[in-house]
């Protein structure tokens, strides 16, 4: 729980709605240090999804003695009630969070400039929250269809809202370090699955029935603690009034043109070559990684196997020697997700020095280095250089995700920053569907063609790596908007009258001045130990490497 001193009350406080913007102006107590432990109880939550592979297997397994559904297509499994799940139709539902986050976001991202932090956060809590518990009454009901409307697409619409929802509202909070504030959230998408996914192996083993795992009251029970955490943090959100600046801190001249001190509307931004170069920027990323993330695991033991224990041929291993090669391969994968959530934090703060542009020119051409280092390290044998290598590319895969909000707010400025970010997530949703569809046909394309398992990757590296090449060249492109572009003063006033801000008696210049504190402490100790503990985790998994 995150809970924060005072706020003042606009004029109108009788009448405003306790979740309503007006009622979240910081007062004069308030300490911006309290806004980014608010963000990560509503991304350590939404993160979850990540951890979603967990529930693949147990759901394949929820009927004893029951065929598989193997024989059905995907659509018949929706309404199946006899036969068990295929593991590849329950995975479709990580597709479902993904397209769902993206179009949640895009079409709601003006709506929440409007509504504030504090309403956004509470009904995203009901969305994922609410959307976990209704697949896990569809789980005991066997009724997947019903898995898919409330884990898939209600869940995904509380993702969508819940990732956007703190972007904008941090990055007014740190003007003097934009990429540091949106890495703290971000990160917290990226750390969620490994707080959620022990503890749902956890939940599932504490409600099984013999071998079946509770899969269904787990989802309902973690539904119900993720709401809590997430209408916490909700609660926790303050907006800064309008004009407010940290103390001592003065706006650096403007030597960068990349960044702007104008505005630019929703409504103009999207319609901007800007906004669809950082589109193609973020889909190449995001595909890019994908690909490695979804096939780390298996290249891993497929590409180096037998040679991981210093054994020659695959056919003499024992049981044990092929379970120690599947650990090693697990740590692998706990391994690359603590740097795709650490990554987040540490290349969005050094985007604050190296600027936005630079740290994607960075991305990409260390990323296509790597990436077409990855099969000469499996062809050589070197284990752990190809682990660095992975862990590398996780870092800036999740370093793309928490920079480009502030990217987007150096050229479009911070008035609608969360609303054009949303829009931008489109990419993500695409990215998310192509990028795995695109892995698995290659791979078995490669496979039908005789192509050896351990090679089967090489190729499909190489087509990642020019994928990053696209992206570079569509950075390289991104250009100052035009003056055109920028909102007039009356639009800019227009604009933050439908935030309520007109209305504020706080004096800008006092608001916000309170110390850090008890409160502080406890916010951040509420949402840092449990991160602390999934890092604990993740590095105990990764041990088996070693």
């Not at 518990?133 to 809202?161: D, E, N």
């Not at 007014?172 to 699955?193: E, H, N, S």
């Not at 997430?230 to 003065?250: N, Q, Y």
């Not at 990419?427 to 039908?448: C, E, K, N």
Request: proline share 5%; with cysteine; charged share 10%.
């Amino acid at each position: 729980m995150t809970v924060v001193p005072e706020s003042v009350p606009a004029s109108g406080g009788a009448t405003s709605g306790l979740l309503a913007r007006e009622r979240t102006i910081a007062g004069p107590r308030f300490n911006r240090w309290f806004v980014p432990p608010a963000a990560l109880a509503i991304h350590l939550c939404i993160g979850m999804a990540y951890g979603f592979s967990v529930f693949w297997l147990p759901m394949s397994k929820l009927v004893p003695g029951a065929p598989s559904c193997e024989s059905l297509g995907f659509f018949a499994q929706l309404f199946a009630a006899s036969c068990n799940w295929t593991v590849p139709a329950v995975t479709h539902i990580f597709e479902t969070f993904i397209a769902m986050l993206g179009i949640s976001a895009a079409i709601w991202g003006g709506w929440l400039e409007h509504a504030g932090p504090r309403k956004a956060g509470f009904i995203a809590a009901l969305c994922w929250g609410g959307g976990l518990v209704i697949g896990g009454i569809g789980v005991s009901m066997h009724q997947l269809w019903l898995v898919f409307l409330g884990c898939g697409v209600l869940g995904g619409i509380g993702l969508g809202l819940g990732y956007i929802t703190p972007v904008s509202t941090l990055i007014k909070w740190f003007p003097d370090r934009r990429g540091l504030a949106t890495g703290f959230a971000i990160m917290g998408f990226g750390g969620g699955a490994m707080i959620g996914a022990p503890i749902a192996v956890a939940l599932m083993a504490r409600f099984a029935h013999g071998e079946v795992a509770g899969v269904a009251s787990t989802l309902m029970v973690m539904g119900i603690l993720y709401f809590i955490a997430m209408v916490a943090g909700a609660f926790g959100f303050r907006v800064p009034p309008t004009g407010w600046k940290p103390l001592g801190w003065t706006p650096p001249p403007a030597t960068n043109t990349l960044i702007t001190t104008k505005h630019v509307h929703l409504n103009v931004a999207w319609k901007t070559p800007q906004f669809w170069m950082l589109w193609i920027v973020l889909c190449m990323n995001v595909t890019a990684g994908i690909g490695v993330l979804a096939m780390a695991s298996p290249m891993f033991q497929e590409v180096f196997g037998a040679r991981l224990l210093g054994v020659t041929t695959a056919t003499a291993l024992t049981v044990a020697q092929k379970a120690s090669i599947a650990a090693a391969a697990a740590g692998l994968v706990g391994l690359i997700s603590l740097f795709n959530s650490l990554g987040r934090i540490l290349w969005a703060s050094a985007s604050d020095f190296l600027g936005r542009k630079n740290t994607y020119v960075v991305f990409f051409v260390l990323g296509i280095l790597l990436y077409c280092s990855l099969p000469s390290l499996g062809h050589m044998g070197l284990a752990g250089v190809f682990i660095i290598a992975v862990c590398v590319i996780l870092s800036m895969y999740g370093g793309g995700f928490s920079t480009v909000p502030a990217y987007l707010a150096d050229i479009f400025g911070t008035q609608m920053v969360g609303a054009i970010h949303g829009r931008l997530l489109t990419a993500w949703s695409v990215a998310g569907v192509i990028g795995p569809f695109l892995i698995a046909a290659l791979r078995q394309a490669q496979l039908d063609a005789g192509v050896a398992k351990n090679l089967v990757y090489d190729r499909t590296l190489y087509i990642l790596a020019a994928l990053l090449l696209i992206g570079l060249i569509a950075n390289l492109m991104v250009r100052p908007v035009k003056e055109a572009h920028h909102m007039t003063d009356e639009e800019l006033a227009r604009e933050r009258s439908l935030q309520h801000e007109a209305h504020v008696t706080a004096n800008v210049d006092q608001a916000a001045r309170g110390g850090f504190g008890i409160v502080g402490v406890i916010a951040w100790a509420l949402v840092g130990i449990p991160f602390l503990i999934g890092v604990w985790i993740a590095l105990s998994k990764a041990a088996a490497l070693f």
